[in-house]
């Protein structure tokens, strides 16, 4: 599934390709975007922006008429130079915009809905979000209060499904939740009411520098669309990429102890640990020794 680093990634070319332009042409292979089409044509409409919020993806016309989309597991847009052949089949697209010399193509996207400014904002799934670790307003002390309020309102939640769900914190998958963990020392099937401050603030600083450095290439003004492998140590080589995500029964790349992987939480999704480096018992100061080295690295 992608996460909010590719959202982002996503929504920041598509704002490049099509920010500020006139659509000339709509497609869709979905009833309901259809149904809006025929009513209240996109074509001589403006795109106003194009803006990331966690996972979801949103597309502003002018005329208070806003496209949102989520990939799931199998979305994915794309952008190409108008007339240029599809990488996909024609059968997978669900929506094609095209402005002047570009086109956007979402291919296999589960959920594409238009709004309004009104409607949206009785949208729960996209209003009720949790801070947005990769927004420009998101601060550390919002993401802490975030674990905070859920540690009180949750204690028994375990904090690898915390860290996934999208009204806690809006784009942390699966991969950064591995990662993060990892990075803090903590266990990640320990509960909430366990988890302390030093661990959530090292928690939080992981996660929005892991995922600010996965959005750094393409912020020049190319359109770029691909950047090569998700990275959260800082090896060029691209098989030493992850700290833990996928590395079942392979060496921890600090202590050398194997890497476990078990299923979690009602969605079953793959949890990846090192038993030293995350103990079920965290030493004393192990959150505040993790918050320090992290910062370490970021000071180099």
Not at 112 to 121: C, V
Not at 217 to 227: A, P, V
Not at 243 to 249: A, E, F, P, S
């Amino acid at each position: 599934m992608p996460e909010g680093d590719t959202i982002y990634r996503a929504a920041r070319a598509l704002q490049k390709a099509l920010g500020g332009k006139v659509v000339s042409a709509f497609e869709t292979g979905l009833a309901k975007l259809a149904s809006v089409d025929d009513d209240t044509p996109l074509v001589g409409r403006t795109v106003e922006k194009v803006e990331a919020r966690g996972k979801w993806c949103l597309i502003f016309f002018s005329g208070d008429l806003i496209l949102v989309t989520h990939m799931l597991m199998s979305g994915t847009w794309h952008i190409y130079r108008t007339g240029e052949k599809w990488w996909q089949p024609t059968n997978r697209m669900r929506v094609a915009i095209t402005c002047g010399d570009y086109q956007a193509v979402a291919f296999n996207v589960p959920i594409a809905e238009f709004h309004t400014a009104r409607s949206l904002e009785r949208n729960s799934q996209i209003a009720g979000l949790g801070p947005d670790v990769l927004a420009d307003e998101f601060s550390i002390e919002a993401g802490v209060r975030a674990l905070r309020e859920r540690a009180a309102s949750h204690p028994t939640d375990e904090i690898a499904e915390v860290l996934l769900n999208q009204r806690v914190l809006a784009g942390v998958g699966n991969v950064y939740k591995n990662e993060v963990a990892f990075a803090a020392g903590v266990n990640p099937f320990r509960q909430m009411i366990t988890i302390t401050e030093p661990e959530m603030m090292a928690m939080i600083e992981a996660s929005h520098k892991y995922m600010k450095a996965n959005v750094r290439d393409g912020s020049g003004d190319g359109i770029i669309t691909y950047t090569g492998n998700r990275r959260t140590t800082h090896s060029m080589d691209s098989s030493d990429r992850l700290w833990v995500y996928g590395r079942q029964g392979k060496e921890c790349r600090r202590c050398g102890a194997s890497i476990l992987m078990r299923k979690q939480g009602v969605q079953a999704r793959s949890t990846y640990w090192c038993p030293i480096c995350q103990p079920w018992r965290a030493s004393d100061g192990q959150g505040a020794k993790a918050l320090a080295a992290l910062r370490s690295v970021a000071e180099r």
